[in-house]
């Protein structure tokens, strides 16, 4: 396995690759990172990862200064799982103060987007220059992050690039906390009380397809039951899941996404719906 710090270095090794599969980490890998890993060797010969602590994407009191950082772990990890990693510096990432950015559809405003300001016009910024070093022709994006991936699709789709979107299932552990390098944060007692958050999805879930459609009451009972618990929730939302619009009675494909802190971690989760054509007639 290829380590690389400059894009220079990581351009040399990857011109005579034909077929090259890109996952985009911040580091501080887990299970889930190192399946996307595995899912993109099924698509490129060369598989690419990424560690890279993208500035653009943190707010003024965010937690980019104390964003977990392992290297040396993670690079053991992705042994036999990639083929080249590349580790830009901060300095080699951005040579110059970045000036300009790639604007991200309005919906990025909403929800992570709308207590998070500017946030996803960091991420769209950084993959867009992440994709023009490395060149894949295809990059792998966990549904963990479900508005995340909705962004980066529309990015590609809009500015006509040439990369396969190829979106990754959120793995969980045995207690179904989605796995998330924040997870660290969490003291063992709030471990043990994060896993309300994917159980209050799958109650909406199973209101939704025993028929009850009212997703304000539904989203408004979930935020309810965290907050009594010593959560603060940013949002609990019913979307469409194509264009993530607030969800319709008529929309048939949704998925519930939610944001909520505990103690001093933000955690975040998500559950696609598929309702069948009588649900709710």
């Known amino acids: 396995m290829q380590i690389f710090s400059t894009t220079q270095q990581l351009r040399d090794w990857l ?25 993109a060797r099924e698509h490129g010969r060369c598989v690419v990862v990424s560690i890279f602590v993208n500035p653009l994407q943190f707010g003024p009191n965010e937690d980019f200064s104390r964003y977990p950082r392992s290297f040396e772990q993670d690079c053991a990890k992705l042994e036999g799982l990639a083929d080249v990693v590349f580790a830009p510096t901060v300095e080699a990432l951005y040579p110059e103060p970045q000036q300009v950015f790639v604007e991200p559809p309005p919906i990025a405003s909403e929800l992570c987007g709308a207590v998070r300001p500017g946030h996803f016009r960091g991420v769209a910024t950084v993959v867009l220059k992440l994709f023009n070093i490395v060149r894949p022709q295809a990059a792998v994006f966990g549904k963990k992050d479900y508005q995340q991936l909705h962004v980066i699709r ?13 979106a990754g299932e959120t793995l969980r552990a045995g207690d179904n906390l989605a796995l998330s390098s924040r997870n660290g944060y969490l003291s063992a007692e709030e471990r043990v ?3 309300r958050l994917y159980r209050n999805l799958v109650q909406i879930r ?19 039951d965290l907050e ?28 519930v996404l939610a944001a909520a802190w ?6 975040i ?11 709710g007639l």
């Not at 809009?158 to 396969?164: D, G, K, T």
């Not at 618990?229 to 929309?251: K, M, N, T």
């Not at 505990?262 to 955690?267: A, P, Y």
């Not at 998500?270 to 009588?278: G, H, K, P, R």
Request: proline letters at 2%.
């Open 262 to 267: 505990l103690g001093k971690t933000r955690l």
């Open 154 to 166: 529309a990015m590609v789709r809009q500015l006509n690039l040439a990369v396969e979107i190829v």
């Open 269 to 279: 989760d998500n559950l696609e719906i598929c309702l069948s054509a009588d649900k």
């Open 206 to 224: 199973e209101s939704m397809l025993a028929g009850n459609l009212d997703f304000s009451a539904l989203e408004r009972a979930a935020a309810a």
């Open 15 to 39: 011109k005579s690759e034909l077929s090259v599969a890109f996952v985009p980490t911040m580091g501080n890998l887990h299970e889930g990172h190192l399946a996307l890993a595995r899912q």
């Open 193 to 195: 009380e994060a896993v």
């Open 228 to 255: 009594a618990h010593g959560w603060r929730v940013d949002y609990v939302s019913v979307r469409a899941a194509a264009s993530l619009a607030p969800a319709l009675a008529e929309d048939r494909d949704l998925v």
